[in-house]
T-cell receptor, first 110, second 114 residues
């Protein structure tokens, strides 16, 4: 079945450093979404990418969708302590369901 | 997030017991989902429903059952056949409007075995 892997599993940075998580699917995706889950919380939608090669920005967050629509990345510039949490990508091959990645847990030290 | 209510927040199951987790949404969404999350892991799909009175198995349906008698409600029963039920259970719904495919999650239910 379809699998979505993320690397790294865990990253610990100092506040102000950059952070990147990568997402790779075993199959071509129609879209990819990113969610953030704060410790003890539930996933919250961040963004959806649909087009090949698409790049979207949200303040310090930059999201990319690969040309082959099988990989994606999330880059955070100058991390802040409020960025702490686990970031999940989720790939869709249609609109019915998503396959969530394994997640990258980010810890930011002040 | 907002509009999806899961209860209870914490639940304890005795061995051999069936327990039911509640999920209610007031977002008027057609599709609803149940996921299981184990510590340090991603979300795995248990069951999903695209419309009332219809549902499909996800990747880990064994030991679970669901019903969808009303659009607003999608309860999950963890049966005694599920031998390792301790996990964080998340319910989600999906919009069919302009922001279709975005899933909105409830706050979750943490299930433990006594």
């Amino acid at each position: 079945g379809q699998q979505v892997m993320q690397i790294p599993q865990y990253q610990h940075v100092q506040e102000g450093e950059d952070f990147t998580t990568y997402c790779n699917s075993s199959t071509t995706l129609s879209n990819i979404q990113w969610y953030k889950q704060r410790p003890g919380g539930h996933p919250v939608f961040l963004i959806q990418l649909v087009k090949s090669g698409e790049v979207k920005k949200q303040k310090r967050l930059t999201f990319q969708f690969g040309e082959a629509k099988k990989n994606s990345s999330l880059h955070i510039t100058a991390t802040q302590t409020t960025d702490v949490g686990t970031y999940f990508c989720a790939g869709g091959t249609g609109f019915q369901k998503l396959v969530f990645g394994t997640g990258t847990r980010l810890l930011v030290s002040p | 997030d907002g509009g999806i209510t899961q209860s209870p927040k914490y639940l304890f199951r005795k061995e051999g017991q069936n327990v039911t987790l509640s999920c209610e949404q007031n977002l008027n969404h057609d599709a609803m989902y149940w996921y299981r999350q184990d510590p340090g892991q991603g979300l795995r799909l248990i069951y999903y429903s695209q419309i009332v009175n219809d549902f499909q198995k996800g990747d880990i349906a064994e030991g679970y059952s669901v019903s969808r008698e009303k659009k607003e409600s999608f309860p999950l029963t963890v049966t005694s056949a599920q031998k390792n039920p301790t996990a964080f259970y998340l319910c989600a719904s999906r919009s069919s409007g302009v922001d279709k495919n975005i899933q909105y999650f409830g706050a979750g239910t943490r299930l433990s075995v006594l």
